[in-house]
């Protein structure tokens, strides 16, 4: 051996599975995962999007059956999107009674009762030029929409939510569904805030899927620019300081850098999410012969996790959950 040669050598870890799996900093578990699903009106419904291969809108029912899988194969939670039969300028359908959420919540609660439901609240979806509060002059009121965010809110939380997931953008928002929650009687409903939601262009397939493209101009008014850091940890920390249980950085592997330093400097729950052009763009890939598509998923799902999201909401959770069950099983029977 020659002199200064390191006596630390990396490889012997790497060698084999098993001692890899020894050494392992950073694991993803079915635990950690949240599987968004788009509702619709209807009985019967499934149909695929698309730009996003596996993902499909369903009705209730079908929804029911695609959140028994999940659970079964371990996955803890889902988040509920809904696109309405009608829109108006408000986006009433998002706060009625018998919207197809507020169906959608009831049906899970009722019938796999194992599942935590999380519900999306934002207007987008609703109204029918597609921004995500109340047009006034040609731009969206902050103020005017904070008292449909709560009204909204608050209607998921009477269906049965577990959680509800303002992904809006407006300044107070959490505060004022914070308020209208407790004053309805849901102190126990949790908040999962996007509070670093930024204007990407990785939300196209979700916009199809979801079918809430902006009818004119844009989001930039409202989301945050893809250049800034600072400012997402002032958002971040007024949203704590507003009640916020849980914070959301989106999209995730554009900016992990968010994600692990509103980890770091907070210390509170964060959930990244790994959105519709993320996902996509790995399975058209993998169609393509151009990359392991499964692989790459785990991959970036792992660096989401090693950046130090706590939770990830993920198109791929089912799939990854099956590897999981698979990989187990084969470790089981070694």
Known sequence: MSAGFPEYRGRRLRRT??????????????????????????????????????????????????AVEAVDLGVPAVLLFGIPDSKDDVGSSGYAEDGVVQQAVRALKRDVPGLAVVTDV?????????????????EVDNDRTLELLARQAVSHADAGADIVAPSDMMDGRVAAIRAALDARGHGRTAILSYAAKYASAFYGPFREAAESAPQFGDRRGYQMDPANADEALREVRLDIAEGADIVMVKPALAYLDIVARVKRETGHPVCAYHVSGEYSAIMAAGRLGWLDADRAMEEALTSIRRAGADMIVTYWARQFARRQNRDAGAGSRG
């Open 122 to 138: 934002c207007l987008c979806e609703y109204t029918s030029h597609g921004h995500c509060g109340v047009i006034v002059d040609g």
């Open 17 to 66: 599975e098993p001692l890899r799996r020894l050494a392992r900093e950073a694991r993803v578990s079915v635990d950690d995962l949240i599987l968004p699903l788009f509702v619709v009106p209807g009985r019967g419904v499934r149909r695929e999007i698309g730009s996003m291969p596996g993902v499909h809108q369903t009705s209730v029912d079908e929804l029911a059956r695609d």
